[in-house]
Nanobody, 116 residues
Framework: QVQLVESGGGVVQAGGSLRLSCAPS????????MGWYRQAPGKQREVVAT?????????YYADSVKGRFIISRDNAKKTMFLQMNNLKPEDSAIYYC????????WGQGTQVTVSS
């Protein structure tokens, strides 16, 4: 059973930075999508960013995080990262790592809280 292990959430002041990481507990084959989602209280889960898996494939960012967040992947360690800069209170949410390989896999979620 594949598990996605997340780390890096926390509390930060507006304008600060956090880095999230996500790693599968075992080797996963057939990955077609990897990315981050978030869900704020009372809101639907939304995509934040997805990483291009093939050489030259572009990353995708939600408009709300463009220019502030950077998604990346360490292929050797099979770890995915989300560098979040210039955080805003509206970025506060539970962030979920997502991977699709014949089915969807989700991390346990990590809380990000940005105080004003």
């Amino acid at each position: 059973q594949v598990q996605l292990v997340e780390s890096g959430g926390g509390v930060v002041q507006a304008g600060g930075s956090l880095r999230l990481s996500c790693a599968p507990s075992t080797t996963v084959r057939g990955i077609t999508v990897m990315g981050w989602y978030r869900q704020a209280p009372g809101k639907q889960r939304e995509v934040v960013a997805t990483v291009g898996l093939d050489a030259g494939s572009p990353n995708y960012y939600a408009d709300s995080v463009k220019g502030r967040f950077i998604i990346s992947r360490d292929n050797a360690k099979k770890t995915m990262f989300l560098q979040m800069n210039n955080l805003k209170p509206e970025d506060s949410a539970i962030y979920y790592c997502h991977l699709r390989a014949f089915r969807n896999y989700w991390g346990q979620g990590t809380q990000v809280t940005v105080s004003s």
